[in-house]
């Protein structure tokens, strides 16, 4: 019987993924998110990502692989987590948890700069107040979601969507893979790597 539960989780990751895989337009959204971000860069901008929970976790997971190393050895990349406890700690006390990340944004986000949001729901307030910051000072929002999208989706230049209803670490399973891609592709998009 525990075996079978183990089996299982692998089984079901696999079905989410291979869902995910079967839908062309999902590489054509990671293509347009991948541009996004490269050619902010380009222009000298730089790269917020924010979530709640293992999103936190893996808008900071992005970050730290894109100024520090993802495959190769290659110069840093401008991006950051917004994971700050003080701010997030501070924020939340005089403002609300809702204003955590639009805060932040309002702080540091500039024309031509990129949300990378993570939503698993894509109806987290203080993920879609974010993006409507960004969104007001001329930032690109790309979302990763899941579910139906949520309130998230109609906001974001870019979403993409793990079409899954199911749990949420299904969802985050995949987005993972997505932040990967997306590292792996704005190194080649940018040239960078090889140093």
Request: overall charge negative; charged content about 20%.
């Amino acid at each position: 019987m525990s075996i079978e539960i183990i089996r299982n989780n692998f089984v079901e990751a696999q079905k989410v993924l291979n869902e995910f895989i079967s839908e062309p337009k999902n590489f054509e959204t990671i293509l347009n998110a991948g541009n996004l971000i490269a050619d902010a860069i380009r222009n000298g901008n730089k790269i917020l990502s924010c979530g709640n929970g293992g999103s936190m976790c893996d808008s900071m997971h992005f970050a730290e692989e894109m100024t520090g190393r993802f495959r190769r050895n290659r110069k840093a990349l401008p991006a950051f987590a917004m994971a700050d406890a003080s701010h997030i700690t501070c924020s939340a006390n005089d403002y609300g948890y809702e204003a955590v990340f639009s805060r932040y944004v309002e702080a540091f986000g500039a024309e031509g700069d990129v949300l990378l949001a993570l939503s698993t729901s894509g109806n987290s307030p203080n993920i879609v107040n974010a993006a409507n910051v960004a969104k007001n000072r001329g930032m690109k929002i790309i979302g990763l979601t899941g579910k139906g999208g949520g309130i998230l989706a109609g906001i974001c230049d870019v979403e993409i969507r793990v079409d899954h209803l199911g749990w949420s670490d299904r969802i985050q399973e995949i987005h993972i893979k997505i932040i990967h891609t997306l590292i792996d592709y704005v190194e080649t998009e940018l040239g960078v790597g090889q140093e």
